[in-house]
């Protein structure tokens, strides 16, 4: 067999970008045998975001939280094909896109394109550095599974780098103290996160270093966690005092070295303060930009001149514009905050708008064949002319589709010690709470959520493991 891509002549093509929230809830709804599916990502599992903070210090082992996209896609009725690939460009005028093998191992051939009838944009986001000097160079996002890694093994060079004979006590605090940039959840729990595999494992198994550890919390505006309730926010702030976590709010970083950052500090009375930081890690977490495959997209199109933030769609996901586009997750600006909760309520809207789709594609194609078979035998006229008129209604019915409408289910995000902060919205008044129980529900939650049932086991038995034998210190 060749690795030709064989569609089938009489299905359009739908080509999905990314593996993300967005494009893998599509993916799990859509019948795929209603269309030639393409899925094209440079990543080839599906990753659970919510509890990568957790990979950052071992509590949770990378590999529990990935999904690969071949196991997905083999349990679908009919095959989809997936190439491993970066999409460089989308030609919206031609409806191909250009695809690049960016991966180490490269064949002869890794650019080519691929057409499409249908495109959905799935591609996430980058992550966000205003330009600030510095920070690609020294810093680590927390984004994606290598991050994580590089966190982690970061996290033990320092306290491995403290511990070195000789080290001068400044030394020893800047390589001990870990800075985070960015109050959002992300900063939130990698904070919360570092403080436990301190205080649970590295304290015990590297004491001399114990008096130096620090984390810093660095926000630039007056609180952390802008999206939950104020009572919720000032429980993380308590909490995160207990912890000895330092939050410095009104802090905005301005340049990054290897050794320091420069940021300044709003003062009560409106004065403006410069202050050196010195950091041994610096973890970078201030949200999202666009990706330059999003920018070229946008620049193509006139009627997404205005849009800022990402890909403008209307109410039905429909990239604003364009023909035949439409977009979900953290590169669409749908009017909600970009979290995994949106982007996959998104995916599962557009997997019932595309079943639909084929289905009334179908049913017309019936109507249209009753009628003409009208015409040739008129003798059955009665019983045709009802089947048409029970098609047209069943036509009309799957045609009436509501557009996306968004249903918040809740914050949840974990602070340390094992507490968690949640705003959960149930039976129509809000709950919000913090604490350890918060915790359990906290936990119970993200494993009903992860994406398969070996997912869940895997998480599991990391949790265990790390309670029982205490994180891995090794550095790799
Ligand atoms: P992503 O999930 O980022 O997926 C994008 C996909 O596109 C990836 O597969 C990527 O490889 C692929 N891609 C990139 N470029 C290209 C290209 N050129 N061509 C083809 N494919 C491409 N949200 C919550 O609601 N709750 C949480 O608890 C939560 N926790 C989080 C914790 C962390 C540490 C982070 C970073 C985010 C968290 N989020 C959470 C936010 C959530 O992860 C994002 O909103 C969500 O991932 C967005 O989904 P997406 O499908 O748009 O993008
Ligand atoms: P975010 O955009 O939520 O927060 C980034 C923070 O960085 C902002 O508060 C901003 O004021 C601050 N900042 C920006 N520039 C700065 C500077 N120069 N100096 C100091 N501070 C600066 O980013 P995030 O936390 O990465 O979250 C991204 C998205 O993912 C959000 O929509 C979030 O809700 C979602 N998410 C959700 C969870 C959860 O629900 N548990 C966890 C992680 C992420």
């Known amino acids: 067999p060749d690795n030709q891509f064989h569609p089938d002549p009489s299905k359009k093509n739908l080509v999905i970008l990314g593996t993300g929230w967005g ?16 899925v094209v990502s440079p990543r080839n599992y599906f990753l659970f975001t919510p509890l990568l903070p957790s990979c950052t210090t071992g509590n949770i082992e990378h590999r529990s939280i990935m999904e690969p996209v071949r196991q997905i896609l083999r349990s679908k009725k009919a095959s989809a094909m997936y190439y491993e690939a970066e999409c460089t460009h989308i ?100 904070a919360g996160e570092l403080r436990d595999f301190f205080d649970e494992d590295i304290k015990k198994l590297v004491p001399e270093i114990a008096d130096s550890f620090k984390v810093t919390l660095v926000e630039a505006l007056p609180n952390v966690l802008p999206m939950f309730s104020k009572q919720l926010i000032d429980y993380t702030e308590s909490t995160f005092k207990e912890e000895h976590i330092e939050i410095m709010t009104k802090t905005m970083v301005k340049n990054v070295t290897d050794k320091y950052i420069e940021a300044e500090i709003s003062r009560p009375d409106g004065k403006k303060e410069l202050t050196r930081i010195p950091y041994g890690l610096l973890v970078w977490a201030t949200g999202n930009a666009l990706r330059p495959l999003v920018k070229d997209l946008m620049s193509q199109i006139p009627a997404q001149k205005d849009s800022r933030r990402g890909l403008a769609v209307n109410e039905y996901l429909v990239v604003q514009g364009a023909r035949d586009i ?42 249209h064949e009753l009628s003409a078979s009208l015409n040739v035998q008129p003798g059955n006229s009665a019983q045709v ?60 939650a993200y494993l009903s959520m992860c994406f398969s049932t070996r997912n869940r ?15 891995d210190v090794s550095r790799e």
């Open 91 to 190: 030609d919206a005028e031609r409806k191909v896109i250009k695809i690049s093998d960016n991966s180490d191992i490269k064949g002869d051939v890794h650019v080519t394109e691929v057409p499409y009838d249908m495109l959905v944009v799935g591609v996430g986001a980058e992550n966000a550095t205003f330009g600030i000097p510095g920070v690609r160079e020294n810093s680590c996002f927390l984004k994606e599974i290598k991050d994580a890694q590089a966190i982690r093994t970061k996290i033990m060079d320092c306290v491995e780098t403290a511990g070195f004979k000789d080290q001068k006590p400044e030394e020893v605090s800047r390589l001990m103290h870990m800075v985070v940039v960015g109050g959002g959840p992300t900063g939130v729990e990698f």
């Open 457 to 471: 086991v895997l998480v599991a038995l990391d949790w265990v493991k790390a309670k029982v034998y205490g994180r």
């Open 326 to 367: 439409w977009a979900v997750g953290d590169c669409a600006v749908a009017g909600y905050a970009p979290t995994a909760q949106v982007a996959s309520q998104e995916g599962a809207f557009l997997a019932r708008l595309f079943n639909n789709m084929a289905k009334t594609e179908a049913l017309e194609a019936k109507v």
């Open 385 to 444: 002319v009802q089947e048409i008129e029970s098609t047209e209604r069943q036509l009309r019915r799957i045609k009436d589709i509501k557009p996306f409408h968004y249903s918040h289910q809740g914050s949840l995000a974990y602070i340390g010690s094992e507490k968690a902060v949640a705003d959960v919205a149930w039976l129509n008044g809000n709950l919000a709470s913090g604490g350890k129980l918060t915790y359990l529900f906290w936990r119970s």
């Open 23 to 38: 494009s893998v809830a599509l993916l799990k709804k859509l019948d795929t045998e209603n269309y030639n599916v393409i």
